[in-house]
C-alpha cells in the first residue's frame, strides 16, 4: 500500500507535462470502468501509444479505476438497462445488433453499455480536474513539503534511504 503511494508521488511529481498525467488516469478511467475485452478498450489502448500519455500514470490508474469498478458494477448495469430498454431507442438497438461490426462492440450488454457511458461522460471533468489537482500539488503541496524542517530530517534520514531502496 505503501508503495503505491510512492509511486504516485513518483508520478505527480515527475517532470511530465500535468496534461499528459491527467490524459493517462482519463484513459484509464474508460479501460478499468469497462470490461476488459472490448473493440473500444483497443482503441482507447491505441489513443494511449499514440499521443503522449504518461504509462505510468495510465497503469497505476487502471488498477484503481478497475477495483472502482467492481463496486460500481451495479450502477452501471442498471443505467445500461435503462438506456436499452428505452422503447424509443430500441429501433436503433436492433439495427446495430443486425450488423455484425456493431455487434463486435458489445453495445448490446448493460455493463458495457452503463460503464462506457459513465466513463465517457467522466472523461473530460476527470481529466480537467486531475490537471488542475497536479497543478495545485506542485505548486503548493510540494513546495511547503520542500521547504518544511521536518521532510528535510526525514528525507536525509537513514531509514527513510533504504526504505525507498527496497520500494524500487
Known amino acids: 500500500m505503501f508503495t ?9 511529481s515527475s517532470e511530465t507535462a500535468p496534461i499528459q498525467i491527467s490524459a493517462g488516469f482519463a484513459l484509464a478511467m474508460i479501460i478499468g470502468f469497462t470490461p476488459l475485452l472490448s473493440v473500444h478498450n483497443l482503441i482507447v489502448l491505441l489513443m494511449v501509444l499514440f499521443f503522449r500519455v504518461n504509462l505510468a500514470a495510465f497503469i497505476f490508474g487502471w488498477a484503481v ?5 467492481y463496486l ?3 450502477v452501471f448495469q442498471n443505467l445500461g438497462q ?12 436492433t439495427d446495430m445488433y443486425n450488423s455484425s461490426v ?10 458495457v453499455m452503463g460503464s462506457l457511458l459513465v466513463s465517457l461522460i467522466a472523461f473530460i ?3 480537467l480536474l486531475g ?3 497536479i497543478n495545485h500539488y506542485r505548486n503548493d503541496v510540494l513546495k511547503y513539503m520542500n521547504n518544511s524542517r521536518l521532510f528535510k530530517v526525514i528525507k536525509n534520514s537513514k531509514l527513510f534511504s533504504k526504505f525507498i531502496s527496497l520500494a524500487e
Do not use: E, H, Y
Open 125 to 127: 471533468p476527470m481529466l
Open 82 to 93: 435503462t438506456i436499452l430498454t428505452q422503447p424509443d431507442l430500441s429501433n436503433v438497438w
Open 72 to 74: 460500481l458494477d451495479p
Open 4 to 12: 503505491q503511494i510512492l509511486k504516485l508521488i513518483r508520478i505527480l
Open 102 to 111: 456493431w455487434r463486435l462492440t458489445q453495445f448490446n450488454n448493460t455493463l
Open 65 to 69: 479505476f478497475s477495483g472502482a469498478a
Open 131 to 133: 490537471n488542475f489537482l
